[in-house]
């Protein structure tokens, strides 16, 4: 392990890192555009460098690497005045565009020119023109005036992808980015070069001209297309609810997790946040009365489903829960199934399409949790019923009550006739999910779900890795987390037990981590950021 | 007919490329010397016979069009039968280029970059072909003409076919 | 008279076929070298002081060391035969007139390296040179001088001619490994360096067409014999290209110890129609520009040296008083402006925009601030960027500025002055 010192301070790193990790790992910031820790090294942009003892010239900190008894000064005065110079010449040809362009505020031209520049311009000569507002693709704009051809795009296309669409072509200051002409960018990770490009040359067309960056708030997440759990961050409006067509989520950025997603995100994952804000959010509760669903108060709703539950033996009720429900909302669930001994549960529902998969990061699976739905006990209990068997119990009338989360069974893999007859045969069907859907349409009693953006909680991946995500925006109109939902439900029943008193998602995962084996001794401060894997 | 529209190499050009591309201990390296062939054979490097090269190479399109821009003599559009391209670097800037351009213009009736309406030649400026010795000079098609006067140009003119 | 060593062939009769040239002695070094130890080999061109004549001027022998002892991975001999450099035009005469010796000088410098696989990049213009050198190669493979055991001496040497398409970025040596792999010219960050890793990853030496035509010499008559025919700093003789005002254009093999002056008086006949000389480039444009004061210099990588510039690939363009500086500077700084690859900011961002600038003050329109934000672009460039290039522009840029100041502000002061004016063309538009 190499032993250097910079800017004074001795530091040791692991063989083969460049100078501008070790000087990250040193808490020194080398500022840099072409380099990207999950690419190729292309030594292009000319900014990362620093001056090196005993080496006459400043060289590139990404192309070098840390060496025994280095030492390394960022912070020369030469090091300045060339950081100065090279910014100088990323802006000879660079638009003014900032008033209308969406990277202002996240732009790195803006940020090292404040830091590093901070020249008076004198380019005063026509600059070169170039194709603006160029849409490459259903995901991606390109403005390549704005491009200060640091490759990144290129290098990932090539080397992550390997779908090498975009290219650099001619030379000199005509360089160009751009696609092969009459293709476009279709791969199923478009999206992450809007991230890596540092200027605003590729930028997310569903975001354009929404909002402006400095007005957004953020909150670490986890995705919930698929069981990889990428690691997110919600980006939401909450200050200019004018903006962005009063939509609260404005866009989802991928967030570094080396052992899950490094730094990318799949498109798919990326843009499926529009049901979020949408019309078809179920905000109220909802009873059925004279054939149509009316909104009523949650008391009311709870109180209805507390005497059906009463009512019926436990075999005459069947509970089909849903891998989209984070690990609290499953093990709440659980326990009060447990309490009242009802056996017939299952979180299993064949999907309408198979799904789709890569050796990227894309899985076949589309639920976040379904790890967490098998180790939270959500499989039919000893002579219950699953899935279909808790639907065909329902055509047959033998089971009375149907309590379904979150799927729209009546749109998934289930042949639509059995669902239809269970649906129609049961006495009492609960819709409890966060969208309404031709299922909800059906049923008899709606209980509103938040998103997993408006609440905490965790869900495990298909590696096992346990990973938190936070709250982002307060729950939609009375939308509530479905622990919580569960909890309220568990002391209108008298149930007491740590479910009936919890009041965070916390306390709920507390009792779950004390319950099963597989989370023992993991709590929300040890997962941090990046999760941790069950135990075997 | 090669037709640059609807790229197709013989069995022979095929076998030639093969030949080409296991000179090189990466076949990619066949790259620039097939593009030549391929000029040669459709006239000029179309983004059809990109596409039909890349396919020969197993690259993206993208990358192989990043090589067809790159390089001066390879010709996206369609091209005169003759191709003169005068230099007008330093040493036959210095013995009048500038001068020997404005009478190729002036005879040809066309500008710098453009084709005259009967097909038949190309007009381009270039960077220094390296025979400054003979400046002022110019490349038409494969030859070197050298020590330039208006006459001289006149001559060569009248004897391209 | 002194000797010839690179042109001794020129202008005999078919000196481009191997019977001629064998008639010649030619082949004689490679007899030599063929039962000498490698490390010998290149010792002998150590002993020679041969420094490379491409433009770099690095000691070819020390080059040749760089390769990692004992490595058993394929070791590749490029030749660059992509001259570019305006000002010169001797290794089209070297693939023309005498094939045979680079052929030659590549069979010696492979066994000294240990390549079996050489590749000649010969710029995609030179068409009637590449003709040529592809008849020598294939009499060389006919008469097995090339190929597998040649002569029964057990080394085999392939040779593969690879033509340019047109870009003078890939006569640096790394922008030419890139184009051969069939890439745009980009020249590769260093390290690793091209003896380490460079053609398709291997270790890879690369050396100018003269430079190799040198070794069949030094071998024949020994390191010692040519570093004497020079000076101190560079051993032999070289082929310079003289171009521009002068009576006699063309190319002049001379002792490296020869000084600008000769070259310019003795050796081209002097400035013509009674002008004098104003000034003079002595290395290539790569090269800063010279004034008659400082023509008084052996022309060996020391000399041009001594006055802040450099002997280059030994391209001398020379300046009559008719000259316009100015002019002169914006037709360089198109030129570089054309040929920046594009691939690093500085060079490709401020190569357009000093075009643009130098374009102005020539068209009339130039501001006073001009001048010093030429100068400073370029001091402030030089240095920063992937390869040589740059340097080898803004160099230049800066001598012409300097020297000729008054000049440009004349120019400045003739002008149209206080009013913003037209855009001016951008990029390779001809002036």
């Keep these: 392990m190499p032993k250097l010192t910079i800017n004074g301070k001795e530091i040791e790193v692991p063989a083969g890192t460049n100078l501008i990790e070790a000087a990250r790992l040193a808490g020194v910031e080398v500022p840099h555009y072409c380099y990207h820790p999950g690419l190729s090294i292309a030594g292009q942009c000319r900014l990362c460098m620093v001056d090196i003892d005993k080496v006459p010239r400043p060289q590139i900190g990404c192309n070098t690497l840390a060496a025994d008894g280095m030492v390394v000064q960022t912070e020369t005065d030469r090091v300045k005045d060339t950081r100065r110079s090279i910014m100088e010449f990323h802006l000879i040809n660079h638009p003014l565009d900032c008033p209308v362009c969406d990277q202002a505020g996240e732009c790195w031209l803006q940020i090292y020119y404040m830091k590093h520049g901070l020249y008076d311009p004198r380019m005063t000569d026509e600059k070169v023109h170039k194709p603006k507002a160029l849409p490459i693709g259903p995901r991606v704009m390109l403005d390549a005036e704005r491009c200060i051809l640091c490759s990144r795009c290129v290098r990932f296309c090539d080397e992550i992808t390997g779908t090498g669409e975009l290219g650099i072509f001619q030379r000199g200051d005509h360089s160009e980015i751009g696609l092969f002409p009459g293709r476009a960018l279709e791969n199923k990770y478009s999206g992450n070069v809007i991230d890596i490009c540092p200027v605003g040359a590729l930028t997310d067309r569903d975001f354009r001209f929404q909002v402006r960056v400095w007005y957004l708030d953020s909150a670490k997440s986890v995705c919930n297309g698929c069981a990889r759990g990428c690691n997110t961050e919600v980006h939401t409006s909450q200050r200019r609810p004018h903006h962005n067509q009063g939509r609260r989520i404005a866009r989802l950025k991928p967030r570094l997790n080396p052992e899950v997603n490094r730094w990318w995100l799949c498109d798919e994952g990326r843009y499926g946040f529009g049901w979020i804000d949408d019309d078809t959010r179920l905000v109220a509760p909802a009873r059925r009365e004279a054939g149509a669903l009316v909104e009523t108060a949650w008391d009311d709703a709870l109180g209805r489903l507390r005497s059906a539950l009463g009512r019926y033996r436990p075999e005459e009720i069947g509970v089909i829960a849903s891998p989209q429900m984070s690990n609290e909302d499953l093990y709440a669930l659980r326990r009060l199934l447990d309490d009242l001994e009802i056996q017939s549960r299952d979180f299993r529902v064949p999907p309408r399409e198979p799904g789709d998969e890569d050796s990227l990061l894309i899985?076949?699976?589309?639920?976040?949790?379904?790890r967490g739905a098998e180790l939270a006990g959500l499989a039919p209990g000893s002579g219950g019923l699953d899935t279909v068997g808790i639907l065909r119990a329902a055509a047959e009338k033998k089971l009375k009550l149907l309590w379904i989360f979150h799927h729209d069974l009546l749109v998934s893999g289930l042949p639509e006739a059995d669902v239809a007859a269970a649906l129609s045969g049961a006495e009492m069907v609960v819709f409890q999910g966060p969208t309404a859907g031709k299922t909800s349409a059906a049923a008899h009693l709606v209980l509103p779900s938040a998103a997993y953006v408006e609440r905490d909680g965790t869900f495990t991946n298909f590696q096992g890795r346990v990973q938190r995500f936070r709250t982002a925006v307060p729950p939609l109109g009375q939308a509530l987390p479905d622990w919580e939902i569960v909890a309220r439900l568990a002391r209108a029943l008298g149930a007491g037990g740590p479910i009936g008193q919890a009041e965070r998602a916390e306390q709920v995962f507390t009792a779950l981590a004390g319950a099963v084996p597989a989370f023992q001794e993991i709590t929300y401060r040890a997962l941090g950021d990046l999760g941790l894997l069950v135990r075997a | 007919m090669p037709d640059a529209k609807r790229p197709e190499f013989t069995a022979e050009q095929l076998a030639e490329v093969q030949r080409l591309q296991g000179l090189y201990p990466d076949k990619r390296g066949a790259l620039l010397p097939v593009l030549h062939l391929a000029q040669d054979t459709f006239g000029y490097v179309s983004l059809e016979v990109e596409v039909y090269v890349a396919g020969l190479f197993g690259l993206s399109p993208a990358h192989v069009h990043e090589v067809v821009t790159f390089y001066t003599l390879f010709f996206q559009q369609p091209k005169g039968r003759h191709v003169v391209a005068v230099c007008h670097t330093l040493s036959c800037h210095l013995m009048g280029a500038k001068g020997i351009v404005e009478h190729l213009k002036d005879k040809l009736g066309i500008d710098v970059g453009e084709t005259t309406a009967d097909g038949k030649t190309t007009l381009l400026t270039v960077e220094c072909l390296c025979a400054c010795e003979g400046a002022p000079m110019m490349q038409v098609d494969d030859r070197y003409e050298v020590n330039l006067t208006p006459d001289k140009v006149d001559r060569i003119l009248a004897g391209l076919a | 008279m002194a000797e010839k060593v690179f042109t001794r062939n020129f202008g005999i009769a078919n000196s481009h076929t191997l019977p001629v040239y064998r008639e010649r002695g030619g082949y004689a070094g490679w007899e030599k070298a063929k039962g000498m130890e490698p490390a010998a080999i290149t010792e002998e061109v150590k002993k020679a002081n041969l420094r490379g004549l491409g433009g770099a001027g690095f000691p070819t022998g020390v080059k040749w060391?760089?390769?990692?002892?004992?490595?058993?991975?394929?070791?590749?001999?490029?030749?660059?035969?992509?001259?570019g450099e305006p000002g010169t035009f001797k290794d089209r005469y070297l693939l023309e007139q005498d094939p045979h010796a680079l052929i030659e000088g590549m069979l010696i410098a492979a066994r000294a390296i240990d390549s079996h696989l050489g590749f000649v990049y010969i710029r995609g213009e030179y068409v009637q040179p590449w003709r040529i050198f592809s008849g020598a190669v294939r009499e060389a493979y006919e008469a097995g001088l090339l190929g597998k055991n040649i002569q029964g001496s057990g080394f085999d040497f392939d040779v593969v001619i690879h033509r340019g398409a047109g870009a003078y970025i890939c006569g640096e040596e790394t922008g030419l490994l890139s184009s051969l792999e069939g890439k745009k010219g980009w020249p590769k960050i260093k390290p690793p360096f091209p003896a380490v890793k460079g053609a398709f990853g291997q270790p890879t030496i690369v050396n100018n067409v003269e430079t190799l035509a040198a070794v069949p010499h030094i071998v024949n008559r020994g390191g010692e014999w040519f570093a004497g025919l020079g000076t101190k700093a560079q051993g032999g003789t070289r082929v310079y290209s003289v171009s521009g005002h002068v009576v006699r254009p063309g190319l002049v093999e001379a002792p490296v110890s020869i000084t600008l002056r000769s070259l310019?008086?003795?050796?081209?006949?002097?400035?013509?129609?009674?002008?004098?000389?104003?000034?003079?480039?002595?290395?290539?444009?790569?090269?800063?520009?010279?004034?008659?004061?400082?023509?008084?210099?052996?022309?060996?990588?020391d000399g041009p040296k001594s006055k802040g510039s450099m002997i280059g690939s030994a391209g001398v363009i020379v300046m009559d008083d008719t000259v316009s500086i100015p002019e002169a500077l914006m037709v360089v700084a198109r030129f570089y402006a054309h040929e920046s690859c594009g691939q690093c900011t500085p060079c490709r961002e401020s190569t357009g925009w000093i075009y643009k600038m130098a374009h102005r003050i020539v068209d009339g329109h130039g501001r006073k601030e001009d001048l010093d934000t030429i100068l400073d672009v370029a001091k402030r460039g030089a240095g920063t960027t992937i390869c040589a290039f740059y340097d080898g522009a803004v160099g230049p840029y800066i001598s012409y500025i300097e020297k000729f100041r008054e000049e440009f502000e004349a120019l400045i002061r003739s002008g149209s002055g206080a009013t913003p004016p037209e855009p001016t063309v951008h990029g390779s538009a001809d002036a």
């Design chain 3, 264 to 301: 310019i008086y003795d050796e081209c006949g002097g400035i013509p129609n009674g002008r004098t000389l104003k000034a003079v480039v002595p290395g290539g444009s790569s090269a800063a520009i010279l004034t008659p004061d400082e023509i008084d210099i052996p022309m060996d990588v």
């Design chain 3, 65 to 83: 060391g760089f390769i990692p002892k004992g490595s058993t991975t394929p070791k590749y001999l490029v030749v660059n035969a992509d001259e």
């Design chain 1, 363 to 370: 899985r076949a699976d589309k639920n976040p949790n379904t």
